[in-house]
């Protein structure tokens, strides 16, 4: 999305918000057009990302179960408008900043079912296949016990 440094701030990817979803939605009205969803972009951009899992709940096709830990003393340093990863870790479910129990609870809620994916991209975990292996099991851990 926004990784970068000469895409930044914006990125290439326009579906970045719920404004651009509904102005999208309104563009392309078709019920084949949707959403990839992933709480940590969201989360990213200090937005609330259980709200959007109802308001969209018919065009959410795929989830992306990722997490992000952001790094306050770094924000106050550079501020949000830096490249991203000044400021923030993507993480493996359950070891940054979203609350997986709650983001289930509301997927329950909306009676999601459409597809989801853990998506490992934490550099605590890429160093070898054992710790790639290990990044699954912990990451499946963290978000089992809400299902």
Known sequence: MYF???EWPGGQNLASSPFMWKQMFTEIPSQYFGLS???SHL???RMDYLKPLREFKDKIFH???KDIKLFSDKIDEYGIFTYPLRYMQPK???EG???WEKFIK???ETSYQGYACI???DKDYEDSFTSVKQAIKNSYDNIVKFI
């Open 4 to 6: 970068t440094k000469d």
């Open 43 to 45: 989360y990213l951009q």
């Open 92 to 94: 493996i479910p359950g």
């Open 63 to 65: 989830i992306h179960f």
């Open 119 to 121: 998506e490992i991209e």
């Open 97 to 99: 900043g979203i609350d």
């Open 106 to 108: 509301v997927l329950k």
């Open 37 to 39: 969803y992933d709480p």
